[in-house]
């Protein structure tokens, strides 16, 4: 789960810069406070990559993809991108499990067919 969950948020560490490039030419923002968010939800996205399998990882995924849509209030185009990264954090957490059970079955069933060494 960690690998695919990580791959996620990196891209929307992209994500997140590009649609600060693009609220930048909002003449009602200060460039400073578009590049002091951003900068912060960057950050954000860099530190939770590391820390997805830590207790409360996914939850504080999860706030971060509703961060990402709500910034669409300000970049239009984030409602969208914001809902396609939804669902490939959602496809990363549901399918990285699935592979991390698979993962530790196939463990269980090497350790169990392997011959005693005493």
């Known amino acids: ?10 891209g929307e560490v992209f994500v997140i810069g ?6 930048m030419k909002d003449p009602d923002l200060s460039m400073g406070t578009v590049w002091t968010v951003s900068g912060i939800a960057m950050f954000l ?6 820390a997805v399998t830590r207790p409360g990882g996914v939850a504080l995924g ?10 669409g209030f300000v970049v239009p185009t984030m409602f969208f ?3 396609v990264f939804g669902a490939l954090w959602w496809a990363s957490v549901h399918y990285g499990r699935k592979i ?15 011959p005693d060494a005493a």
């Open 45 to 50: 996205c860099v530190l939770l990559s590391g």
């Open 62 to 71: 999860w706030a971060l993809q509703i961060a990402l849509v709500a910034s």
């Open 81 to 83: 991108l914001g809902a």
């Open 18 to 23: 590009f649609a600060a490039l693009v609220a």
């Open 1 to 10: 789960m960690r690998t695919l969950c990580a791959s996620t948020l990196i």
């Open 100 to 114: 991390d059970e698979a993962k530790a079955r196939f463990a269980a069933q090497a350790d169990a067919s392997a």
